[in-house]
């Protein structure tokens, strides 16, 4: 490739790191351009920790109240977080990203493993914030080693990611060797008609010699890098250590770190086998348990084609005996890839490639929910997601809600420029993937903004049914529902719909706990599960942890020393978190102050919800997530659901199919309203979902301007008692 | 009769932990069980016996995602 034109270029010198902080962050506009480099105070430490909490600290600074995804001052704000970077215990490579969302119009944050969130610290930042619109196609690039940002203008003839990856790896390595110091985030041609175009974050695989991919894949990173015209954001580093941390305590992070390896060898094989089929693991688990979205989250189960996704196929596919960590030292080595793959459509057609994953969200969103059961179509619709730019899980969950549209005659076959869209046409799906990243065919165009956008426009062109699109269209805030289905437990609509960002697993999975366990029997202890498990898991997102280590894998004793309540949280793993951030940072901190961290980030980020909605960041929840819609969901498992009317009083035996699923409508929404109270009670908000004064006083976050959002948007009458 | 996660369920002679499991179709591997409060062992599961009226928890380890 022919060297790229400087546009802008700054020196620095790289502040050293000290327990776990670089207490520096880069800012770079891109459209001035102009670099700034910030200092971190204390306060932003002990408030904000790192990681997603300092995101979201500078992109509140940098916003307006009325800034929207595709303003100039909108920023991606990337950071690891204090733990980001250390080798000793497994998962620790974690980069957040943090934007506002072009799906939500609110905030938005989304994790990768990776190279750049370790990389960019030890480049000397413990997070970087871009903002402004470039003119032309650029690259970002942070060269760690020389103590150099630069402005590039992109010189890319293409500019979808393993392209733009592979190109760059190349492009700023020295040698073979050399690749691996560098870390690329990348989109996809897709992301510029895209409202969840994703982010991926690159790492070299030396033994494979290609650059791999993860995905920050949710809420529209990659969109928002296309708006600023940022083909890429490079960063190198070269002189990758054990300690760059200088931690405080290596010999404890040792240690734990060498507890939790020997864990995962001795039992991940007869626990989840993250190491041979990742979360893939999960495929038959879900069908099992009428979790498994099966087209359009109509159904949880296909008994008769669950055998083609079986994780064993899975495992057959992907190559075995790989380290596949995405970060040094992780030896739960979940990153799968398929390697030598040849592309049989579009325009890769022939080439022999390598894919990350398929994981299970990827298995179901383009495979089950879209009535596909062929594991060699989805790993080219993930292969493609990727390339072009877009969240596997949103792009699935949308042409399944185009899918039944089609079925239900809603939209026709002229609508979608000629593709017949039923559940399992996997040619014509995969023609609708390559005319997303096309960018020209108005239909395309309009499944690529996801279902709030199509909701709407399906009613306004095509006269289609508003009110059936708003029972069966999955998405909760804008965002498409991830690939769990949440009617059967209370817990998880929650889980899913009472989130600060909309319906991703990452804040509260309880399914197994509430529908299964029947551990959660009131709406009190739902709400604590509501407070407890988003709270804790805010926190990986705080340093810079990947969440799989935490649960994935669970100590021997784990089930025989504990409780059954508390060896959900696995105590013993809770505990190696305590001992591995105080080895890091010095802080001598106990459990019960994760959750506090957290609490801190968690209603900072709802406060920043309510400001970017203007009071109105409501939690809405389709029908669809609440029980069956139409009558052949609720007779494909007809005594269960007669049962739940049982259950509530109600006698099934003289009523019509629709005549029992409106009876169950009508209690659940009654409950879900119920749920609502409860957690919104318990998390220290008032009846609209605003966190109170009180709340705000009792974390230390009563800055005077978040102070101000919630008077501004909090009346006395919606107080609770 | 035994109770499952508070749900009734036969109890037959002999049966035995993996049985229960069987009848719930609980196939999920990362599964605690513990009766009347007392923790079983993954390695007892085919050899334990549930006495008839017991009250059996078995717990989906994994809160997922």
């Given at each position: 490739?022919?060297?790229?034109k400087?546009i802008?270029?700054?020196?620095?010198?790289?502040?050293?790191?000290?327990?776990g902080?670089t207490?520096?962050?880069l800012?770079?506009?891109?459209?001035?351009p102009?670099?700034?480099i910030?200092?971190?105070?204390?306060?932003?430490i002990?408030?904000?920790?790192g990681g997603?909490g300092?995101?979201?600290?500078l992109?509140?600074?940098?916003?307006?109240?009325?800034?929207?995804?595709?303003?100039?001052?909108?920023?991606?704000?990337?950071?690891?977080?204090p733990?980001?970077?250390?080798?000793?215990?497994?998962?620790?490579g974690?980069c957040y990203?943090?934007?506002?969302?072009?799906?939500?119009?609110?905030?938005y944050d989304s994790?990768?493993?990776?190279?750049?969130?370790?990389?960019?610290k030890?480049?000397g930042?413990?997070?970087?914030?871009?903002?402004g619109?470039?003119?032309?196609d650029i690259?970002?690039?942070?060269?760690?080693?020389?103590?150099?940002?630069?402005?590039?203008?992109?010189?890319?003839?293409?500019?979808n990611?393993?392209a733009?990856?592979?190109?760059?790896h190349?492009?700023?390595a020295?040698d073979?060797?050399?690749?691996?110091?560098?870390?690329v985030i990348?989109?996809g041609?897709?992301?510029?008609?895209?409202?969840y175009g994703?982010?991926?974050?690159?790492?070299y695989d030396?033994?494979r010699?290609v650059?791999?991919?993860?995905q920050?894949g949710r809420?529209g990173?990659?969109?928002?890098?296309?708006?600023?015209?940022?083909?890429?954001?490079?960063v190198?580093?070269?002189?990758?250590?054990?300690?760059?941390?200088?931690?405080v305590?290596?010999?404890?992070?040792?240690?734990?770190g060498?507890k939790?390896?020997?864990?995962?060898?001795?039992?991940?094989?007869v626990q989840?086998k993250?190491?041979?089929?990742?979360t893939?693991?999960?495929?038959?688990?879900?069908d099992e348990y009428?979790l498994?979205?099966t087209?359009?989250?109509?159904?949880?189960?296909?008994?008769?084609?669950i055998?083609?996704?079986?994780s064993?196929?899975?495992?057959?596919?992907f190559?075995?005996?790989?380290?596949?960590?995405c970060?040094?030292?992780?030896?739960?080595?979940?990153?799968?890839?398929v390697?030598?793959?040849t592309?049989?459509?579009?325009?890769c057609?022939?080439?022999?490639?390598t894919?990350?994953g398929?994981e299970?969200?990827?298995?179901?969103?383009?495979?089950?929910?879209?009535?596909?059961y062929?594991?060699l179509?989805?790993?080219?619709?993930?292969?493609?997601?990727?390339?072009?730019?877009?969240d596997?899980?949103?792009?699935?969950?949308?042409?399944?809600?185009?899918?039944?549209?089609?079925?239900?005659?809603?939209?026709t076959?002229?609508d979608t420029?000629g593709?017949?869209?039923?559940?399992?046409?996997?040619?014509?799906?995969?023609e609708?993937i390559?005319?997303?990243a096309?960018?020209?065919?108005?239909f395309?165009?309009?499944?690529a903004k996801g279902?709030?956008?199509?909701?709407?426009a399906?009613?306004e062109?095509?006269?289609a049914?508003a009110k059936t699109?708003?029972?069966i269209?999955?998405e909760?805030q804008?965002?498409?529902?991830?690939e769990y289905v949440?009617k059967?437990?209370?817990a998880?609509?929650?889980g899913?719909?009472?989130?600060?960002k909309?319906?991703?697993?990452?804040?509260?999975w309880?399914i197994?706990?509430?529908?299964?366990n029947?551990q959660?029997?009131t709406?009190e202890?739902?709400?604590?599960?509501?407070?407890y498990?988003?709270?804790?898991r805010?926190?990986f997102?705080?340093?810079?942890?990947?969440?799989?280590p935490?649960?994935?894998?669970?100590?021997?004793n784990n089930?025989?020393?504990?409780?059954?309540?508390?060896?959900a949280?696995?105590?013993?793993?809770v505990?190696?978190?305590v001992?591995?951030?105080?080895?890091v940072?010095?802080k001598?901190?106990?459990?019960e102050?994760?959750?506090t961290?957290?609490e801190k980030?968690?209603?900072?980020?709802?406060?920043?919800?309510v400001r970017?909605?203007?009071?109105?960041a409501?939690?809405?929840i389709?029908?669809?997530?609440?029980?069956?819609?139409?009558?052949?969901?609720?007779?494909?498992?007809?005594?269960?659901?007669?049962?739940?009317?049982r259950e509530?009083?109600?006698?099934?035996?003289a009523?019509s199919t629709?005549?029992?699923?409106?009876?169950?409508?009508?209690?659940?929404?009654?409950?879900?309203?119920?749920?609502k109270?409860?957690v919104?009670?318990?998390?220290?908000w008032?009846?609209?979902?605003?966190?109170?004064v009180?709340?705000?006083?009792r974390?230390?976050?009563?800055?005077?301007?978040?102070?101000?959002?919630?008077e501004?948007?909090?009346k006395p009458?919606?107080?609770?008692d | 009769?035994?109770?499952?996660?508070?749900?009734?369920?036969d109890?037959?002679p002999?049966?035995?932990?993996?049985d229960?499991?069987?009848?719930?179709?609980?196939?999920?591997?990362?599964?605690?069980?513990?009766?009347?409060?007392?923790?079983?062992p993954?390695?007892?599961?085919s050899?334990t016996?549930?006495p008839?009226?017991a009250?059996?928890?078995?717990?989906h380890m994994v809160?997922?995602g």
């Amino acid at each position: 490739m022919e060297k790229m034109k400087v546009i802008a270029e700054w020196t620095y010198t790289p502040a050293p790191i000290e327990r776990g902080y670089t207490r520096k962050t880069l800012y770079v506009n891109v459209g001035e351009p102009r670099m700034e480099i910030k200092d971190v105070s204390q306060d932003m430490i002990d408030t904000f920790t790192g990681g997603r909490g300092f995101d979201l600290k500078l992109l509140w600074d940098a916003v307006k109240d009325t800034t929207k995804w595709n303003d100039p001052e909108n920023e991606i704000v990337l950071s690891g977080g204090p733990l980001c970077g250390i080798t000793q215990y497994p998962g620790a490579g974690k980069c957040y990203a943090a934007f506002i969302s072009p799906l939500s119009g609110q905030t938005y944050d989304s994790n990768s493993g990776g190279y750049w969130g370790p990389l960019s610290k030890f480049s000397g930042f413990d997070a970087v914030e871009v903002q402004g619109k470039a003119e032309k196609d650029i690259i970002l690039f942070i060269n760690g080693d020389e103590g150099k940002i630069q402005i590039l203008e992109s010189n890319l003839k293409d500019l979808n990611a393993y392209a733009v990856t592979e190109t760059l790896h190349e492009y700023f390595a020295v040698d073979e060797a050399d690749k691996r110091n560098i870390s690329v985030i990348s989109t996809g041609k897709a992301a510029e008609t895209s409202y969840y175009g994703c982010m991926n974050m690159s790492f070299y695989d030396p033994r494979r010699k290609v650059a791999r991919l993860k995905q920050a894949g949710r809420g529209g990173g990659g969109s928002i890098m296309r708006d600023k015209k940022i083909a890429a954001m490079v960063v190198k580093f070269s002189k990758i250590g054990g300690n760059l941390n200088n931690v405080v305590d290596l010999d404890t992070l040792q240690r734990v770190g060498v507890k939790l390896h020997k864990e995962i060898h001795d039992l991940d094989d007869v626990q989840c086998k993250m190491r041979k089929v990742g979360t893939a693991h999960l495929n038959e688990i879900m069908d099992e348990y009428h979790l498994l979205p099966t087209n359009n989250y109509k159904f949880g189960q296909n008994a008769a084609e669950i055998s083609k996704i079986h994780s064993a196929v899975y495992e057959r596919l992907f190559t075995q005996g790989m380290p596949d960590g995405c970060w040094y030292g992780c030896s739960m080595s979940c990153a799968k890839a398929v390697d030598g793959f040849t592309v049989q459509t579009g325009p890769c057609k022939g080439e022999k490639v390598t894919v990350d994953g398929p994981e299970y969200e990827t298995v179901a969103a383009l495979g089950s929910n879209i009535g596909v059961y062929d594991p060699l179509w989805t790993i080219e619709a993930n292969f493609y997601a990727d390339h072009y730019g877009m969240d596997t899980i949103s792009l699935g969950t949308a042409i399944a809600f185009v899918c039944e549209c089609y079925e239900l005659g809603l939209i026709t076959k002229k609508d979608t420029n000629g593709l017949e869209l039923n559940f399992g046409s996997k040619d014509d799906i995969m023609e609708l993937i390559h005319r997303m990243a096309d960018g020209k065919d108005e239909f395309a165009s309009m499944v690529a903004k996801g279902i709030r956008y199509m909701k709407k426009a399906f009613a306004e062109k095509f006269k289609a049914d508003a009110k059936t699109m708003e029972a069966i269209g999955m998405e909760g805030q804008g965002v498409e529902t991830s690939e769990y289905v949440p009617k059967e437990s209370i817990a998880q609509w929650g889980g899913y719909y009472l989130t600060l960002k909309g319906p991703q697993h990452d804040e509260a999975w309880l399914i197994f706990m509430d529908m299964v366990n029947k551990q959660l029997p009131t709406f009190e202890d739902k709400a604590e599960a509501l407070h407890y498990f988003p709270n804790f898991r805010t926190w990986f997102s705080l340093v810079g942890l990947c969440k799989l280590p935490w649960n994935d894998v669970e100590p021997a004793n784990n089930r025989i020393v504990n409780e059954p309540k508390e060896a959900a949280k696995v105590p013993e793993h809770v505990q190696n978190y305590v001992d591995i951030f105080n080895a890091v940072t010095g802080k001598g901190i106990r459990k019960e102050d994760l959750i506090t961290m957290s609490e801190k980030v968690y209603n900072f980020q709802r406060v920043f919800q309510v400001r970017m909605k203007q009071g109105e960041a409501n939690h809405n929840i389709p029908l669809r997530a609440l029980g069956p819609v139409f009558p052949d969901e609720w007779e494909a498992r007809r005594e269960y659901y007669d049962g739940k009317l049982r259950e509530i009083g109600i006698d099934p035996s003289a009523l019509s199919t629709e005549e029992k699923i409106k009876k169950l409508q009508e209690y659940r929404l009654g409950m879900w309203e119920g749920l609502k109270m409860a957690v919104y009670k318990r998390r220290g908000w008032n009846k609209k979902g605003i966190p109170t004064v009180e709340t705000l006083k009792r974390l230390g976050i009563d800055y005077p301007d978040v102070v101000a959002v919630v008077e501004k948007y909090s009346k006395p009458e919606d107080n609770f008692d | 009769m035994i109770t499952v996660n508070g749900e009734p369920l036969d109890w037959k002679p002999g049966m035995t932990v993996q049985d229960v499991l069987d009848a719930k179709r609980y196939t999920f591997r990362m599964i605690g069980i513990w009766i009347n409060d007392r923790p079983v062992p993954k390695n007892e599961f085919s050899t334990t016996e549930v006495p008839d009226g017991a009250v059996v928890q078995a717990i989906h380890m994994v809160s997922g995602g």
